[in-house]
């Protein structure tokens, strides 16, 4: 069975400065991993995926996160936040042993930016 | 851009009722799933559903849901008798084939409330 763990509730950060958001995953196979947004009230929007290639994923309002194997990690990441990037940050992977490759969600990581 | 809808955003019901929760994937999607988020906690995987069928289910998903693909754009969840641990917020996915990369997109929810 897969999983992933996201170790932090939240993280805080300071607007303009670079901001980390922590995941780590467990899988049989060859992972497909991703990183959902969700804003208050809202649905979960897609920000990026890591399925082959390049370990550096960029995705979505200026994200990207690094693949890696030897720590079985999918951290996420921006260089610079911004108070609208304040939000519900899940981390997800991909199921394949089914065939019909449901999405495992973690616990989500609540990112605050302080203005 | 095409997006995944839901009707109704909220949902109030009293216990022992049935309720309906309606979803319209994107067009060309052959594969649609269910999930729900209880408040505070991680996104759930229910259901997927492919070629008119249930794929795969997990064991939140016992007797009293079904799901149904009525016509060529609706895809419907139905809890026969809600119970109040069914509050939880509601969110219907779909995606277009079946390779590994390909990516869940996300309707905006259903938030139930069982009374």
């Known amino acids: 069975a897969q999983s992933v763990a996201q170790p932090e509730d939240q993280v805080n950060v300071a607007e303009g400065n670079p901001l980390t958001v922590k995941c780590t995953y467990s899988v049989s196979g060859n992972p497909y991993l991703f990183w959902y947004v969700q804003y208050p009230n809202r649905g979960l929007q897609f920000l990026l995926k890591?399925?082959?290639?390049?370990?550096l994923v960029k995705g979505s309002y200026g994200f990207e996160a690094e693949f890696n194997k030897s720590q079985t990690s999918f951290h996420l990441k921006k260089p610079s936040a911004l108070v609208s990037d304040s939000a519900l940050y899940f981390c997800?992977?991909?199921?394949?042993?089914?065939?019909?490759?449901?999405?495992?969600f973690g616990t989500g990581t609540k990112l605050q930016v302080i203005p | 851009e095409p997006e995944v809808t839901q009707t109704p955003s909220h949902q109030v019901t009293q216990m022992g009722q049935e309720v309906i929760l309606r979803c319209v994937p994107i067009s060309n999607h052959l594969y649609f799933y269910w999930y729900r988020q209880i408040l505070g906690q991680k996104v759930e995987f229910l259901v997927s559903f492919y070629n008119n069928e249930i794929s795969e289910k997990s064991e939140i998903f016992d007797d009293q849901f079904s799901v149904e693909r009525p016509d060529g754009s609706n895809f419907t969840l139905k809890i026969r008798s809600t119970k109040l641990e069914d509050s939880a917020m509601y969110f219907c996915a779909s995606r277009f084939g079946s390779g590994g990369g390909d990516t869940q997109y996300f309707g905006p929810g259903t938030r139930l409330t069982v009374l």
């Open positions: 890591y399925i082959t290639g390049d370990n």
């Open positions: 997800a992977v991909r199921d394949i042993s089914g065939g019909y490759q449901k999405v495992t």
